[in-house]
């Protein structure tokens, strides 16, 4: 596991992004660059250029990045670049996210690149159980010609088992890239041993017979059918026994780095500060913080609560306390979810009340401030819920509101990690004003 100690450092600072009509010699596609920029992507971040630059097929990567850094666009681009040339329509890269909304967030960034880059014909598609597995059978592959209708498929891990298991001829043996996005979450899932089945299925001695009928090869393609595996995370996890699961062939390790090598990497322009209160007054705490400091009338706020019951219950105070607000967990459905992302990313309301299903990977932009309503129970994952602000060279700040049993556990654990942490100290009389609002709201 040497690699993991020898990793090629990148500064996280945004002030290196690389106009992309500069990145021409290492991108190696007139035609992608076009798409790039139709496709809104006028820079590379120090990530993309860091794995472009060290790209090869005959290896595997592992990315540490923090959140908003542009991991997602850091696998496209070489999938898109390697792939784009292709004449038979075969299963040749697989995106594995943990949850069906970072699916969504992926395959929108893979389809609007694909769609803006000229003579580009990929087809890319979704697997996440949103749907019945039949209806998803039809829309990603082709029964009677035993075929895949997708060049690119982004998945969650559970559902990837059942197509596996019970789409008749699915097949991962033309695969070219295996990607894994938010890595350490992904391996701390279980489920129906699906790293162990994935992986198998797209060994060498699996490949053959080949089930389709046709010639592993065409003139557009290498015969070796290496696969590139690529292992994404903002904290990837450093146990050899998860990665060793992985089976790594030579691998790269991109680190991005910002501060000292034993705190937490953040984005430069991303504040930090918690707020210490007594028993029962975090609610008077959180209005504290979007009333006065402006957060509810002018900054994209998301406040993370622990449980699905606290933020369904803080969302409900807050509007009682004229506080235009929305909330998603778990539970929510999707598709619930997903206009309620939306309208949020539009500026209906400034302020989302959100369990950690939103900590990991999704993409609102323009989120101002995090709130830790409840302490996160990890630095990793505080590292997370604050990544949803500050990303692409933006500026952000995350607050932590501490009731006297979390503070000890704040102050041992996140403290040293997190460089610049500053507390805020309310006003008496502040206070006092919001204890009569949480009091009328208690009353209603």
């Not at 040293?416 to 919001?434: Q, V, W, Y």
Request: glycine share 4%.
């Amino acid at each position: 596991m040497d690699w993991l100690n020898n990793p090629v450092t990148v500064s996280l600072s945004f002030q290196e992004n690389v106009p992309v009509e500069e990145c021409r010699d290492i991108i190696e596609s007139d035609q992608l660059v076009e798409g790039l920029k139709k496709a809104g992507y006028s820079f590379l971040f120090p990530v993309q250029a860091a794995l472009l630059k060290n790209f090869a097929e005959k290896r595997d990567y592992g990315v540490i990045a923090p959140t908003g850094s542009g991991k997602t666009l850091t696998f496209i681009i070489p999938i898109i670049k390697s792939l784009m040339g292709r004449k038979i329509i075969r299963l040749r890269a697989l995106v594995i996210v943990p949850t069906r909304l970072l699916a969504v967030q992926a395959l929108a960034v893979i389809q609007a690149v694909i769609d803006a880059t000229p003579g580009c014909k990929l087809k890319a598609g979704c697997a996440t159980g949103k749907t019945a597995l039949s209806r998803e059978q039809r829309e990603i592959f082709d029964a009677t010609e035993r075929k895949s209708k997708v060049d690119i498929l982004v998945c969650t891990p559970g559902r990837l088992v059942e197509h596996i298991r019970q789409t008749p001829d699915f097949s991962l043996l033309d695969l070219k890239f295996l990607v894994i996005d938010e890595a350490d979450r992904l391996l701390e899932q279980e489920y129906q041993d699906w790293l162990e089945l994935v992986v198998k299925s797209t060994e060498p001695d699996s490949r053959l017979p080949n089930p389709f009928g046709h010639p592993m090869e065409d003139v557009n393609w290498r015969g070796d059918l290496r696969l590139t595996k690529i292992i994404l995370s903002a904290s990837l996890t450093k146990r050899p026994a998860q990665l060793l699961h992985l089976r790594l062939d030579n691998p790269l390790l991109i680190k991005i780095v910002h501060g000292a090598a034993d705190a937490v990497q953040m984005p430069a322009q991303m504040s930090h500060f918690y707020l210490a209160m007594p028993e029962g007054k975090k609610p008077i705490a959180a209005l504290f913080l979007l009333k006065h400091t402006k957060l509810q009338d002018s900054l994209r706020t998301l406040i993370f609560a622990n449980t699905s019951s606290s933020t369904a219950k803080l969302a409900r105070f807050l509007k009682d306390c004229k506080v235009a607000c929305f909330f998603v967990t778990a539970e929510t459905d999707s598709n619930v979810s997903k206009n309620i992302l939306a309208d949020f990313a539009s500026g209906k309301t400034n302020v989302l009340v959100a369990s950690d299903c939103l900590a990991r990977g999704i993409d609102v932009p323009n989120i101002e401030a995090v709130i830790n309503y409840d302490c996160p129970a990890t630095v990793a994952l505080y590292t997370h819920r604050a990544g949803r602000t500050a990303r692409a060279g933006n500026t952000g700040s995350c607050y932590t509101i501490l009731a006297p049993r979390e503070a000890k556990h704040f102050k041992s654990e996140f403290m040293p990690a997190i460089s610049n942490m500053k507390r805020i100290r309310p006003e008496k009389h502040d206070l006092e004003s919001l204890s009569i609002a949480y009091k009328d709201a208690l009353d209603l």
